[in-house]
C-alpha cells in the first residue's frame, strides 16, 4: 500500500517508541532522509510525497534494526562531528558532541600562543574526527592518527581521504598508545579520547551502547582510569618543549584524574575543563 512521507513518519515513530527509543523522533525523521536520499528541509517540505516500494522498504528495514537499538550512526554509516560527516562502523566508537571539546580546548590553547601547532598526534584516533577536525582548522599541520584496532585504521583512512583528501601530510599507525612510536618523535599536541569508563558503571550504559559500541574502546580498569595513567605516564618523552596533551576524561574524573597526572611530576600546568554541562570533561597537561 503506498503510503506519503507524513504517514510513514508516523508509523517509524509509533513504531520506535513501543520499543522504547527514547529518541524516536529524531531518529525517524534520520533514518527516512537516509532512505529517500533527502535532507530534514525535503520531508517537511513534502508530506504528501509518495514513497516508492523501494524507498518504503528501506524504511521498515532501519526501523526494524533501530528497534532492535542498533545506532543510527551504526545504521547510515556516519554521525556529524565539527560540523563534518564522519564514516563510523562497529569497529569505532560513535562520534559524540562532549568530545568536541577536546578540539574546542585544543583550538582555543593555540590561539592563545598566536602560533598553531606543527605537528599533531591523535591516539586511539577511531574514526580520526578529534585529529581530522583539528587537521581542517590548521590545514598546515603534520598529523599522525594511531589506533591498536587495524579495522578502526581503515575507518580514519576513509575519512581523511573524504574529508582532508589524502592530505599528504597524514599518517596512519597501528599502534598501542606509544609502542610502535619512536621517541625522537615530538609533538607539539596529543590528543586522546581513551577508554575511561569503569566496568563497574556498565549496568547504567544503555543497550545501543552495551550491545553495539566496542568495549574495548570504552572499558578500562582501575575504575577507569587504568589507560589515562598509562597515556600521561608516557606522554612527555613525545611532546616537543611547551608542548601540550589534551585528553577526554569521565564526567566524574575530573578530582581522581588531576590528582594522579600532577602526582607523576612530569609536566607544568595541568587543569580540568568542564563541559556545557558543568561535568569535567577534559584534562590538559603541558611540559
Given amino acids: 500500500m503506498a503510503e506519503t512521507i507524513k504517514q510513514a513518519l508516523s ?17 525517524a525523521w534520520l533514518l527516512a532522509g537516509h532512505c529517500l536520499k533527502r535532507q530534514k528541509a525535503y520531508l517537511l517540505a513534502h508530506p504528501e510525497y509518495i514513497l516508492s ?10 526501523i526494524e534494526r533501530r528497534c532492535s537499538h542498533e545506532p543510527v550512526a ?23 558532541p562532549e568530545t568536541e571539546l577536546v578540539v574546542e580546548t585544543a583550538l582555543e590553547f593555540f590561539a592563545k600562543r598566536q602560533t598553531p601547532p606543527q605537528r599533531l598526534l591523535d591516539l ?3 574514526t580520526g574526527c578529534i585529529g581530522i577536525s583539528l587537521a581542517l582548522e ?10 591498536v584496532d587495524a579495522d578502526a585504521l581503515r575507518v580514519a583512512r576513509q575519512n581523511v581521504s573524504q574529508l582532508l583528501g589524502d592530505k599528504e601530510r597524514s599518517y596512519l599507525v597501528c599502534t598501542d598508545w606509544f609502542q610502535a612510536l619512536s621517541t625522537g618523535e615530538k609533538y607539539d599536541l596529543i590528543t586522546v579520547n581513551p577508554p575511561y569508563v ?3 558503571d556498565a549496568p547504567s550504559l544503555s543497550e545501543d551502547i552495551m550491545g553495539y559500541e566496542p568495549h574495548k574502546a570504552l572499558f578500562s ?32 574524573q575530573g578530582e581522581r584524574v588531576l590528582c594522579m597526572v600532577k602526582d607523576l611530576n612530569l ?15 577534559v584534562i590538559v597537561a603541558t611540559l
Fill in 11 to 27: 508509523w517509524a515513530v509509533a513504531t520506535l517508541r513501543q520499543h522504547s527509543i527514547e529518541s524516536a523522533h529524531i531518529d
Fill in 53 to 62: 516500494d523501494e524507498e518504503s522498504s528501506c524504511l521498515r528495514d532501519l
Fill in 74 to 96: 551504526y545504521i547510515i554509516g556516519e554521525k556529524e562531528f565539527w560540523s563534518k560527516p564522519f564514516l563510523c562502523n562497529p569497529a569505532t566508537l560513535i562520534p559524540r
Fill in 124 to 126: 586511539g584516533t577511531g
Fill in 138 to 147: 590548521w590545514p598546515g599541520i603534520m598529523l599522525v592518527l594511531t589506533d
Fill in 198 to 200: 569503569s566496568h563497574e
Fill in 221 to 252: 580498569p582501575k575504575r577507569g582510569l587504568f589507560e589515562i595513567e598509562r597515556i600521561f605516564g608516557n606522554a612527555h618523552r613525545y611532546l616537543s618543549p611547551k608542548g601540550a596533551i589534551i585528553c577526554e576524561i569521565g564526567w566524574n
Fill in 267 to 281: 609536566y607544568g600546568a595541568v587543569f580540568v575543563k568542564k563541559d556545557l554541562s558543568g561535568h569535567d570533561r
